[in-house]
């Protein structure tokens, strides 16, 4: 770069400004579209395997160029990995992606992040309740579990809505040792618990297609009534690139692609 720019582009940084905007033309220049994947986030990424890695694959392919996988440990919230992986780049070097996966579709995040371009979503995630039929037939409301065994991940939307559920009225028997919805459901496999909560694909990864389990929405109104959509974010400016990936994933879903994407990995598809 000339001295002019470089001088430019350390004026940009210093003031926080996202750097210019990734085009499709670029993109196709390149040969190829990085792809921001959460790592450690089953099953939609785990050590190159999951859904969204597949849907990043398959974006990749109806634009006509390779997937390049980015792959990132979530930060402290949801601003700080849009400007880690989206519209500035990590303070260590890497990034941004020219798309960032499972971004929350979400109002009040997109007119908090005018430097992104939220949009795209693909799943609809909800918090769930997994059972063993044998021990709970029926679980109309969480008093039902009595004094039973429940694995949650403590560390999540599902261990914060059961530890405070009805005044806290489940604390003293729930296992909250699990790091997420899949390891509570591989406890509740191994019967050490009666039931288990997380979120439906994590639990549906692990429990669809057994009768011997039932997987319901949480019986608790402070769960979100209709869950939360899960989407893509670019550039601000990245507008044709938006709208190539918008229609690459309208003519996935079309020809039956995303719902074999997450029926391998037992998870319903759930368009948000």
């Not at 792809?35 to 089953?42: H, I, Q, T």
Request: some cysteine; aromatic content about 6%.
């Amino acid at each position: 770069m000339r001295r002019r720019d470089l001088l430019a582009a350390g004026a940009a940084a210093l003031a926080g400004m996202p750097a210019g905007a990734t085009t499709l033309a670029q993109v196709r220049e390149r040969g190829r579209l990085v792809v921001g994947l959460y790592e450690d986030m089953p099953p939609f990424h785990v050590k190159g395997k999951g859904i969204d890695m597949e849907l990043g694959q398959a974006l990749a392919e109806v634009l006509g160029v390779k997937f390049s996988p980015l792959a990132f440990n979530a930060d402290e919230n949801m601003a700080d990995d849009l400007r880690n992986m989206v519209w500035k780049g990590h303070y260590l070097g890497y990034g941004p992606a020219d798309v960032l996966l499972h971004v929350p579709v979400d109002r009040p995040l997109i007119e908090a992040t005018p430097q992104a371009r939220i949009f795209g979503p693909y799943y609809r995630e909800r918090v769930m309740l997994a059972r063993r039929v044998e021990d709970l037939p029926v679980l109309d409301s969480l008093s039902q579990l009595g004094a039973r065994r429940v694995a949650v991940p403590g560390q999540t939307l599902a261990g914060w809505l059961m530890i405070g559920a009805d005044g806290g009225a489940y604390r003293e028997q729930l296992l909250t040792q699990w790091k997420d919805g899949c390891e509570a459901a591989l406890a509740l496999q191994r019967g050490e618990v009666a039931a288990a909560a997380g979120l439906a694909s994590e639990l549906e990864t692990v429990l669809a297609g057994d009768t011997a389990y039932r997987i319901e929405p949480l019986p608790s109104p402070r769960a979100p009534r209709d869950g939360w959509a899960a989407g893509m974010a670019v550039k601000r400016d990245a507008t044709d690139l938006a709208e190539a990936l918008q229609a690459a994933l309208n003519q996935l879903a079309g020809q039956g692609r995303v719902a074999e994407i997450f029926a391998k990995h037992k998870v319903a598809w759930r368009p948000a």
